[in-house]
């Protein structure tokens, strides 16, 4: 059997044929990982199971990545994702509604008018890399807007965010003392110097608002942290690596599979061109691109009691890892799941987790920025009969966690012959 931990696996692609052989299988497969190993999830229904049992399957108890970490470098490290109710119940309403449809329609325009400038430069250069001049830039000038983050700085948490998701391939290139860090690796999130670099950035932001307190979301979290019981200084550095790391890193991933994707299979950017003016179109497009992608790879859970899961005895204290990579091409549930198919409907994809209280924070922002990245492309790329060209194999990132791609050239071409 493959072994699916092992980064190297992931610089061509990921390996589907492996974990549709363990779908196949029933039960659970139980998959050696260093030492130990884990309960390898791989059906979509078993996700939803794992993901809505959050009693049973604790994400506080443990690490909710792959590997283990000593006791004082999880409580170092801990962030919103790997905290279990009552601390995730206070963290998420801290920012949930920041983060509610309602509240994100006021950057729908500043997202809109991002992602045409991004395009038209594209556009004006006749392309290059589409990571780096539009997948990049996009979510995290979002992000950082809702932040309250200078939009001077992007270019440098871009970089700081390149540097973490190094560190879950096999080859990080910092140094330890990389960013001026002086803290123990094992300490720091992805055991990164940038994760260093990522808290220093937030914590001088965040005394910035405390003394001028502004209408943003790091406003609000200092706010919280001075009440005291609410946020305390080290969940404060967390979240803001959180909502930096997560705001762009995996939209980022999502942009340019779809982009991929739609290049690779002119036939369905033909569809989407046809059916301009279908706004259902291009919703089932986004959630296609989503399933697609799968900027996240697994999600990892501790059994906090002896439970069964089918079918499978699973005793307290194991590891159990939800592989999205799995469930988002489980053929129970999407007919014909290695097709690219942007009309799909009622797509069920597990790209955000697989429901439940840990749920994507940020879902409906990444749609968003999708979709309307989506329709900036069809306007100006169809209204001109062009479309996306790949020039190239993508740069990808040879990592277990991030689907990952570093760069990709891709060209706007006349559409005129594949139709
Ligand atoms: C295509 C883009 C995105 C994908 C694929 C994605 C994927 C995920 C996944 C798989 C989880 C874990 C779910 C679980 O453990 O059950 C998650 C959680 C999270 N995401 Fe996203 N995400 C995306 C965009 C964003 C954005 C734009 C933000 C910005 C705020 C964000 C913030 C978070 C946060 C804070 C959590 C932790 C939530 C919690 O533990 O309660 N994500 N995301």
């Known amino acids: ?8 696996v992931y610089r061509d692609r990921i390996p589907h044929e492996a974990f549709a052989s363990m779908r196949a299988r029933p039960g659970l497969v139980w998959h050696r990982y260093e030492d130990n190993g884990f309960w390898a999830v791989t059906r979509h229904n078993d996700v939803k199971e794992v993901s809505r049992n959050p009693e049973i399957f604790s994400s506080g108890i443990g690490h909710t990545n792959l590997w283990d970490l000593e006791a004082d470098a999880l409580e170092a490290r801990r962030s919103i994702i790997d905290t279990d109710a009552p601390d995730h119940t206070r963290l998420r309403r801290l920012v949930s509604r920041s983060f509610t449809p309602r509240n994100l329609r006021r950057w729908e325009e500043l997202t809109r008018s991002i992602a045409r400038e991004l395009v038209d430069a594209f556009l004006a250069r006749d392309g290059g890399d589409w990571v780096e001049l539009v997948a ?14 200078p939009l001077e700085d992007a270019d440098y948490l871009v970089e ?3 540097y973490l998701v190094e560190g879950t391939t096999d080859q990080p290139s910092l140094p330890p003392n990389a960013f001026g860090n002086t803290t123990e690796l ?16 937030g914590e001088t932001l965040g005394a910035e608002r405390r003394a001028e307190p502004r209408d943003d979301l790091v406003t609000q979290l200092v706010q919280a942290e001075d009440v005291g019981d609410k946020l305390s200084h080290d969940e404060f550095r967390n979240f803001f690596h959180v909502l930096v790391f997560a705001g762009n890193e995996t939209t980022r991933t999502a942009i340019t599979h779809g982009a991929m994707a739609l290049a690779d299979h002119p036939d369905q950017w033909d569809r989407l061109v046809a059916g301009a003016g279908n706004p259902d179109l291009v ?27 089918a079918g499978t005895d699973i005793a307290a204290g194991d590891k159990v890892v939800m592989w999205y990579a799995s469930s ?15 009309g799909r409907v009622d797509n069920l994809h597990q790209s955000f987790g697989g429901t439940g209280p840990h749920y994507c924070l940020g879902a409906y922002l990444a749609r968003m920025e999708i979709r309307l ?8 790329l169809g209204e001109r009969a062009l479309r996306l060209e790949r020039r190239g194999q993508p740069n990808r990132v040879a990592s277990n966690f991030v689907h990952g791609v570093l760069s990709v050239d891709m060209a706007p071409v006349d559409s005129g012959p594949t139709r």
């Open 1 to 8: 059997m493959i072994d699916v931990t092992d980064p190297r």
């Open 136 to 149: 990049a830039p996009l979510p995290i000038r979002v992000i950082l807007s809702i932040l309250g983050v």
């Open 160 to 162: 700081l965010s390149n």
């Open 186 to 201: 094992r300490l720091l999130p992805f055991a990164s110097p940038a994760s260093h670099a990522l808290f220093e950035y």
């Open 373 to 380: 990245l989506l329709e900036t492309l069809l306007t100006s």
């Open 328 to 342: 988002n091409r489980d053929e129970a549930v999407f007919a014909d799941p290695n097709r690219f198919d942007i």
């Open 283 to 309: 919703d089932h497009a986004v959630e296609e691109i989503l399933r697609w992608a799968t900027p996240v790879l697994h999600m990892r859970r501790t059994a906090a009691v002896d439970t069964t899961l």
